[in-house]
């Protein structure tokens, strides 16, 4: 499969699962760019970069975003869907450049454990070119979800500027 399909394969299915909250129709595309894209959802309003993790290993599609949401004053929030539910009390932990984020989270959501750790992990996205989520399932086994960042500076901008003039 060439690369363009299998980054487009990457940004689709996370788009039809998210697709389940919020009609399609609501949702508006801001570019492509690699293995990201950037849409922005004017019924809520918010504004987001997103991409499919590189394989799922669970029951979950994993993915990543980082979204701005104007009216809510918040920007750069980092969220990661997990391929698998979380066991209770796990603590996963996102690598950027060997660097070791704790992560909070429950089901099988992850985030930044505050507006600073949001920060430093977008830049620290800027800057490199993967990154992997890690924790322990329900079940006790560790499991590592990876990313390519590929566009998604590109495309945190494109979410940035797309929810500039929402007030």
């Not at 487009?8 to 919020?22: D, Q, T």
């Not at 595309?29 to 991409?51: E, H, K, M, N, Q």
């Amino acid at each position: 499969m060439s690369r363009y399909c299998a980054s487009v394969r990457r940004i689709l299915i996370p788009l039809i699962l998210l697709s389940l909250a919020a009609p399609i129709s609501a949702k508006d595309s801001l570019g492509v760019f690699d293995d990201w894209g950037a849409f922005s959802d004017p019924a809520v309003p918010r504004c987001y970069a997103i991409a499919a993790a590189e394989k799922s290993s669970g029951g979950y599609q994993a993915y990543a975003d980082v979204g701005t949401w104007p009216r809510q004053g918040v920007r750069g929030q980092v969220h990661f869907r997990l391929s698998r539910a979380l066991a209770n009390g796990s603590r996963p932990s996102l690598s950027l450049r060997g660097t070791r984020y704790p992560l909070t989270g429950g089901g099988a959501d992850a985030w930044a454990l505050d507006k600073r750790a949001d920060a430093a992990i977008v830049a620290a996205m800027r800057s490199t070119d993967s990154m992997s989520v890690t924790a322990a399932d329900r079940a006790g086994r560790r499991f590592t979800d990876r990313y390519s960042l590929r566009g998604a500076a590109t495309a945190m901008d494109a979410a940035t500027v797309g929810c500039a003039r929402v007030k």
